[in-house]
């Protein structure tokens, strides 16, 4: 025996019962040729309220149909017994509880083995066949007319009914649907997921809504559409599984409107994004990072940020047609691929790309270069070499953008942009929203690269007051350093000065005027000047620094703070002045790193306080570190950490001082420090 549910056509033998008869509750009574009820099933009992031993022998007619139709349903028994036809028809019938039912008849002529004749009658309540009729015309319209594709599968998952809208949204006549499988039918559709889903509802019996799936179908063999798809189980009254219902409504206008909708939404999203992420900083090459952090790998797979060199440098230029360009790699940001990576211009490294590379036309006309679907022959103008270009087609990389940078109306360099993992070609979507983020950008990397030159240049300005000395002056091995601030463009009024005096000795001095800018760096520069004047008259420290007060005072309000030192090799000493400055640290062979304990004095400027001289022994090997604030304070620990974190590294006294410096330099100052720092670092050496 087959399960229940099997197909008879297919050979798998009977099946379960069919619950449709159930539903009906058929009553079957057989007579005898005098009309007498011969047999009377339990359907009979329930319709007629008779009881089968109630019934049995008794005259049919009186029993089973209202007395005044007796008569006639007489005359109909006589002429199916003697003729042999069917007869079909409505009678009422009065129950056993005096009840009145119109119930349907039919009635036929049975003849047994022997040649005896018998009436066989099959009655059901009509009530229950006119809604079951309504029921089954009301289903058959709303499938034949319904604007949606409907279909029924069997079990075997196999078509056994397709209504006219489903054949022609698939464009394959429905009876060449029939007995074949969705993939036999559609072979471009997911069939996979599809008859895995329908498996999983014949299963569980749980009802799949709104399901969507894409793909193509005979009726539009070039275009993809969309569908929305719900799966229900058919069940007959029951419970046997019959199969499973499709229903299927062409959503493609809807999907790609919602596709379209979510793209918009994706591109607002990403340039807010970029506004917030673009920019942080002033700092060129993290600009520049930014941009293409924020590209990948939303919009692509590998971005670059090139830029002209020439730019870079601050100058204004245009190529001409047959005109090469010198490109800066400024970032390259690459999604899970090596290849690609290894193809790209290091960020940093300057390359020259000929007149007829893509990235050359972009800049130099400044319009984007969109190649949607790259051949072989395209990698050759994208790439910087044959080797790249092998590196690339390798990657997988299928389409390409490269956006102008433009700011203020000049060409900056260009946002260089592929597609490898990302399955769709650079749209015209796509390229809108590439212009936007590079316009967003170009201006951001124009004002960091401005700030950069203009950075450079302060420095340059800044580094040009402050002294050069040679490493050993008088009986000092001397080294220094100047750091200027993380975040500014302005010269600063720190300073540092080695002044070599008679007899072998030299004035070291270390000061710091308050504030920045300009008038910080001309008040440095007339302190410095003064000091230097005066340290050639052999003046005692605290009496220079009482000459450089009172010239602070007629600097316009200008405050400073210094320390002066004086050291004579042959007395083995220093003499040393402070004016409000931080105390230098000195650091001896055989003993723990100390701050000098000076009297601490008060700022250049402030006057009517007399300042100090103390004398510091300063033998061979001994080391005077004097610097200024920037070195040590922070916002965040206190001033007393940071000294002890100074102390701590001035551990060895045998470190050659330029690695001293760098050292100190390294651990303690910051490039979020927002001051600039002087250090100064001299150790006593063997007079000969």
């Not at 449709?20 to 005898?32: I, K, P, T």
């Not at 006309?365 to 072989?376: D, L, Q, S, Y």
């Not at 760098?662 to 927002?674: G, P, V």
Request: with cysteine; charged share 25%; aromatic share 4%.
């Amino acid at each position: 025996m087959s399960a229940p549910g099997s197909s008879a056509e297919d050979g798998g033998g009977p099946t379960g019962p069919s619950g449709l008869l159930d539903v009906l509750n058929v009553a079957s009574v057989v007579l005898d040729t005098e009309g007498h009820i011969a047999l009377w099933s339990p359907q009979a009992e329930e319709l007629f309220g008779y009881s089968a031993k109630e019934a049995l022998g008794r005259f049919a007619a009186r029993v089973m149909v209202h007395e005044q139709h007796v008569d006639l349903v007489v005359k109909l028994f006589a002429d199916v017994m003697a003729t042999g036809r069917s007869w079909a028809g409505a009678f009422p019938i009065r129950r056993k509880d005096g009840t009145t039912r119109l119930v349907e008849f039919r009635n036929m002529r049975l003849t047994d083995d022997r040649g005896n004749v018998y009436a066989l009658g099959l009655a059901t309540d009509q009530t229950t066949v006119r809604g079951l009729e309504r029921d089954m015309a009301l289903s058959t319209r709303m499938v034949a007319q319904s604007p949606n594709g409907l279909a029924v599968l069997d079990t075997d998952l196999r078509y056994v009914s397709v209504n006219p809208a489903l054949a022609r949204i698939n464009g394959v006549p429905a009876g060449d649907h029939l007995g074949r499988t969705v993939r036999e039918v559609l072979p471009k559709l997911d069939a996979d997921v599809l008859e895995s889903e329908a498996r999983e509802v014949l299963r569980t019996g749980e009802p799949l809504v709104d399901r969507f799936t894409v793909g193509r179908t005979p009726a539009d063999p070039d275009e993809d559409h969309t569908w929305s798809i719900s799966l229900y189980r058919l069940e007959d009254a029951r419970g046997t599984v019959l199969g499973v219902a499709i229903s299927m409504v062409d959503v493609t206008d809807r999907h790609r409107a919602a596709v379209e909708t979510e793209a918009a939404r994706r591109r607002l999203a990403l340039i807010a994004d970029a506004s917030a992420r673009i920019g942080t900083t002033l700092d060129l090459e993290r600009t520049a990072r930014e941009l293409a952090d924020v590209a990948v790998p939303v919009l692509a797979d590998v971005a670059a940020v090139d830029l002209l060199d020439a730019v870079v440098a601050g100058h204004r230029t245009s190529l001409g047609p047959a005109e090469g360009a010198v490109i800066r790699a400024l970032a390259v940001r690459v999604y899970n691929a090596p290849e690609a990576l290894q193809a790209s211009d290091p960020p940093g490294q300057v390359a020259r790309y000929g007149s007829q590379r893509l990235i050359t036309e972009c800049v130099r006309t400044g319009r984007p270069i969109m190649v949607a679907e790259v051949k072989a022959e395209d990698l050759a103008r994208i790439a910087r070499s044959p080797e790249s270009a092998e590196l690339l087609a390798r990657a997988g990389v299928h389409s390409y953008l490269a956006v102008p940078l433009i700011a203020r109306g000049e060409v900056l360099g260009a946002l260089d942009l592929k597609r490898i993992h990302h399955p769709l070609p650079f749209s015209q979507d796509d390229l809108l929203l590439a212009r936007e983020l590079a316009a967003r950008a170009a201006v951001q990397i124009d004002n960091a690269r401005w700030y950069q030159n203009a950075r450079t240049t302060a420095l340059t300005l800044q580094r040009s007051m402050l002294p050069s000395h040679p490493p050993v002056t008088g009986g000092l091995e001397v080294a220094s350093r100047y750091q200027p601030a993380g975040a500014t463009t302005e010269v600063g009024g720190d300073w540092f000065d080695v002044i070599p005096l008679e007899d072998g000795k030299t004035a070291l001095v270390v000061g710091d005027v308050m504030g920045s800018g300009i008038d910080a760096a001309a008040t440095m520069g007339r302190l410095r000047t003064a000091t230097t004047t005066l340290a050639s008259l052999e003046l005692d420290p605290a009496v220079l620094l009482e000459h450089l007060d009172r010239i602070t005072q007629g600097l316009d309000h200008s405050i400073a703070t210094c320390v002066y030192v004086v050291h004579d090799p042959r007395l083995g000493r220093c003499r040393i002045a402070n004016a409000g400055h931080l105390p230098p640290a000195r650091v001896r062979p055989g003993h723990p790193p100390e701050l000098l304990d000076l009297p601490t004095g008060v700022p250049l400027g402030v006057g009517g306080v007399a300042f100090a001289t103390t004398d510091v022994d300063f033998a061979p090997g001994d080391q005077l570190v004097l610097y200024t604030d920037g070195l040590v304070e922070t916002r965040t620990d206190s001033l007393d950490e940071r000294l002890d974190a100074l102390l701590a590294l001035l551990d060895d006294p045998s470190r050659p001082l330029e690695e001293l410096c760098d050292r100190l330099l390294s651990a303690l100052h910051h490039s979020d420090n927002h001051d600039d720092v002087a250090l100064l670092v001299a150790r006593a050496r063997a007079t000969t």
